[in-house]
T-cell receptor, first 110, second 115 residues
Framework: QKEVEQNSGPLSVPEGAIASLNCTYSDRGSQSFFWYRQYSGKSPELIMSIYSNGDKEDGRFTAQLNKASQYVSLLIRDSQPSDSATYLCAVKGTASKLTFGTGTRLQVTL | KAGVTQTPRYLIKTRGQQVTLSCSPISGHRSVSWYQQTPGQGLQFLFEYFSETQRNKGNFPGRFSGRQFSNSRSEMNVSTLELGDSALYLC??????????????FGNGTRLTVT
């Protein structure tokens, strides 16, 4: 079992719709969770962090965490073509290193 | 505040050679982590340095090594290059002290091609 799992996609959503990206992790002791966005040929950039169960909203982005189910998700409301990128889920586990999923490619269509 | 700076941006080497990559963290950050990114494997953790000491290590062979200097700048070295070492190498920094909840901030990466 991979430490952090994501569906590789592509996930295709029409402009204006809600994109839902999911991630599961294996280390039950994990405490910090992050979502990064990576455009093709660029380095990852942080878009959200979440540490407690529940929802955390920042503009059009909402991160959701359920530690009992070992599940993290990212919702993007009113998706724009500029949101088309690969979204990386990252988890900081008990070893304190940050482990990344392989990413979900999101395509927002006009 | 300047971001994480990696040099060089691109490198082409031949099999058997060695290579050194450099990373300057964000000012005040004392932790530097290195990752290898390939299309098939995604971001793979190489190692993390804090205060000139390796704090964490990933599952890479001994050909991959690193070090950190007193000014927090870091270098990683790959010896006896193999074709499979072709990848984007990313450096990331964080404050490093009591920063369990701190995210990593990435540099632009070094694209290494081994021929």
């Amino acid at each position: 079992q991979k430490e952090v799992e994501q569906n590789s996609g592509p996930l295709s959503v029409p402009e204006g719709a809600i994109a839902s990206l999911n991630c599961t992790y294996s280390d039950r002791g994990s405490q910090s969770f992050f979502w990064y966005r990576q455009y093709s040929g660029k380095s990852p950039e942080l878009i959200m962090s979440i540490y407690s169960n529940g929802d955390k909203e920042d503009g059009r982005f909402t991160a959701q965490l359920n530690k009992a189910s070992q599940y993290v998700s990212l919702l993007i409301r009113d998706s724009q073509p500029s949101d088309s990128a690969t979204y990386l889920c990252a988890v900081k586990g008990t070893a304190s290193k940050l482990t990344f999923g392989t990413g979900t490619r999101l395509q927002v269509t006009l | 505040k300047a971001g994480v700076t990696q040099t060089p941006r691109y490198l082409i080497k031949t099999r058997g050679q060695q290579v050194t990559l450099s990373c300057s963290p964000i000012s005040g950050h004392r932790s530097v982590s290195w990752y290898q990114q390939t299309p098939g494997q995604g971001l793979q953790f190489l190692f993390e340095y804090f205060s000139e000491t390796q704090r964490n290590k990933g599952n890479f062979p001994g050909r991959f090594s690193g070090r950190q200097f007193s000014n927090s700048r870091s270098e990683m070295n790959v010896s006896t290059l193999e074709l499979g070492d072709s990848a984007l190498y990313l450096c990331a920094s964080s404050p490093g002290h009591g920063d369990f909840n701190s995210p990593l901030h990435f540099g632009n990466g070094t694209r290494l091609t081994v021929t």
